[in-house]
């Protein structure tokens, strides 16, 4: 119709990859018409989503000539020829690496929810784990660590290294701790249900009354200061319920909870790239221990779950790739742990309607792209 240029105006949300694909799209519809494209893309966090902006200049050979920074907000100037309409070349920033990129999604979403709802900060219950050592690091660099306060609440399975590495990584950050012994309340919770209890052994119902213990403090110190609670579960657990409702699940937005355990590992690497003079911002020894919830003695999730080298391939082909029980065999699984995994992934789904939400980085995170019904009579 005689257009020389095409603008398309965006609101593409982040997912891993994404700025490949879009510019994948634009290369098609440039070579296809003959005409350069200039694409402007939202940035900012809404609810799980956070827009990345990475707006960009195509040019009619379907060449990226300009790109702007992601996750920024910008107004860079493209020139258009007088005559032709064909934009000039400018700045071409170079496309994030996976860990950078995951990582600013994460920053950025939890910035915008925090600050667009007016909280004056935030709560982390920080347990000397990796995944509360990444929350706590995402909210401050988010927020700031002013607006940050962390609370220990140690039991009698918590270890002092958990102790020591919780409070170092607090220091290091500049974020203020409180240290909240649960035992009194656990111990009060205990005494209180002796009789109903009477004859019966220890099972998950004592770790879920620590996890709960620890909820009632948190929700307690949101209540009285305003600040918003940031739950510290991750995908994986998410997705087999290794989670405990109105305890470690509560609260009003979940950071990472789109990102599995191995991927927390690999932020935990990258952040620490990027220490200053203060030292890393999470210790050494919090990545490289064996994961644990400390809820009873000598607990690790290996004791309940597959490792997580075999748990988060297996939760990827079925939740993002939707592949089958068959599918995910043949690339190397053994059927009865595949069939375990998504037997616990079907049985977690009504914990899941009841989790806070969170940042969005996968095509399909659990929300508004998972549709699994809570009440079937299939099995695998």
Same mark, same amino acid.
């Given at each position: 119709?005689?257009?020389?240029?095409?603008?398309?105006?965006?609101?593409?949300?982040? =997912?891993?990859?994404?700025?490949?694909?879009?510019?994948?799209? &634009?290369?098609?519809?440039?070579?296809?018409? !003959?005409?350069?494209?200039?694409?402007?893309?939202?940035?900012?966090?809404?609810?799980?989503?956070?827009?990345?902006?990475?707006? *960009?200049?195509?040019?009619?050979?379907?060449?990226?000539?300009?790109?702007?920074?992601?996750?920024?907000?910008?107004?860079?100037?493209?020139?258009?020829?007088? %005559?032709?309409?064909?934009?000039?070349?400018?700045?071409?920033?170079?496309?994030?690496? /996976?860990?950078?990129?995951?990582?600013?999604?994460?920053?950025?979403?939890?910035?915008?929810?925090?600050? +667009?709802?007016?909280?004056?900060?935030?709560?982390?219950?920080?347990?000397?784990?990796?995944?509360?050592?990444?929350? /706590?690091?995402?909210? #401050?660099?988010?927020?700031?660590?002013?607006?940050?306060?962390?609370? &220990?609440?140690?039991?009698?399975?918590?270890?002092?290294? #958990?102790?020591?590495?919780?409070?170092?990584?607090?220091?290091? &950050? !500049?974020?203020?701790?409180?240290?909240?012994?649960?035992?009194?309340?656990?111990?009060?919770?205990?005494?209180?249900?002796?009789?109903?209890?009477?004859?019966? =052994?220890?099972?998950?119902?004592?770790?879920?009354?620590?996890?709960? *213990?620890?909820?009632?403090?948190?929700?307690?110190?949101?209540?009285?200061?305003?600040?918003?609670?940031?739950?510290?579960?991750? +995908?994986?657990?998410?997705?087999?319920?290794?989670?405990?409702?109105?305890?470690?699940?509560?609260?009003?937005?979940?950071?990472? +909870?789109? *990102?599995? +355990?191995?991927?927390?590992?690999?932020?935990?690497?990258? @952040?620490?790239?990027?220490? !200053?003079?203060?030292?890393?911002?999470?210790?050494?020894?919090?990545?490289?221990?064996?994961?644990? %919830?400390? /809820?009873?003695?000598?607990?690790?999730?290996?004791?309940?779950?597959?490792?997580?080298?075999?748990?988060?391939?297996?939760? =990827?082909?079925?939740?993002?790739?939707?592949?089958?029980?068959?599918?995910?065999?043949? &690339?190397?699984?053994?059927?009865?742990?595949?069939?375990?995994?998504?037997?616990?992934?079907?049985?977690?789904?009504?914990?899941?309607?009841? %989790?806070?939400?969170?940042?969005?980085?996968?095509?399909?995170?659990?929300?508004?792209?998972?549709?699994?019904?809570?009440?079937?009579?299939? @099995?695998?």
């Amino acid at each position: 119709a005689g257009a020389r240029v095409l603008l398309n105006i965006n609101a593409s949300p982040f =997912e891993i990859d994404k700025q490949d694909e879009r510019e994948h799209i &634009l290369n098609s519809r440039a070579t296809e018409t !003959g005409l350069p494209i200039l694409y402007v893309n939202l940035v900012g966090g809404q609810d799980e989503l956070v827009f990345d902006g990475g707006s *960009c200049v195509m040019a009619a050979d379907g060449n990226v000539i300009a790109r702007a920074a992601a996750f920024a907000e910008a107004m860079p100037l493209v020139e258009l020829d007088d %005559a032709t309409g064909a934009p000039q070349p400018g700045e071409l920033t170079e496309q994030l690496a /996976l860990e950078e990129s995951v990582y600013s999604a994460l920053v950025l979403g939890t910035r915008d929810y925090v600050v +667009k709802h007016g909280f004056p900060g935030v709560v982390v219950g920080l347990s000397g784990g990796i995944d509360s050592a990444m929350t /706590l690091t995402i909210a #401050s660099d988010a927020i700031g660590a002013d607006k940050v306060r962390a609370v &220990l609440m140690p039991s009698r399975y918590t270890s002092q290294m #958990s102790i020591d590495d919780a409070i170092a990584q607090a220091e290091t &950050l !500049g974020v203020q701790h409180t240290t909240l012994p649960i035992e009194p309340m656990f111990q009060s919770v205990l005494d209180t249900l002796a009789d109903e209890f009477a004859g019966l =052994e220890p099972d998950t119902t004592e770790e879920n009354i620590q996890a709960r *213990c620890r909820g009632i403090l948190l929700m307690a110190l949101s209540n009285k200061s305003g600040r918003m609670v940031l739950t510290t579960g991750n +995908k994986s657990e998410m997705a087999v319920g290794y989670a405990t409702l109105y305890g470690d699940m509560a609260g009003g937005f979940a950071p990472i +909870k789109d *990102c599995s +355990k191995t991927l927390v590992y690999r932020l935990a690497r990258y @952040r620490n790239t990027l220490a !200053g003079e203060e030292g890393p911002a999470i210790p050494e020894r919090v990545i490289t221990r064996p994961p644990t %919830a400390e /809820l009873r003695e000598d607990q690790k999730d290996s004791d309940s779950l597959p490792d997580y080298s075999v748990l988060d391939p297996i939760l =990827e082909a079925f939740i993002v790739d939707d592949l089958s029980v068959d599918d995910i065999v043949a &690339l190397g699984y053994e059927r009865a742990v595949v069939g375990r995994v998504l037997s616990m992934v079907k049985r977690a789904e009504y914990k899941r309607r009841q %989790a806070p939400p969170g940042v969005r980085i996968s095509s399909r995170a659990f929300g508004r792209d998972w549709r699994y019904p809570i009440t079937s009579g299939y @099995r695998w």
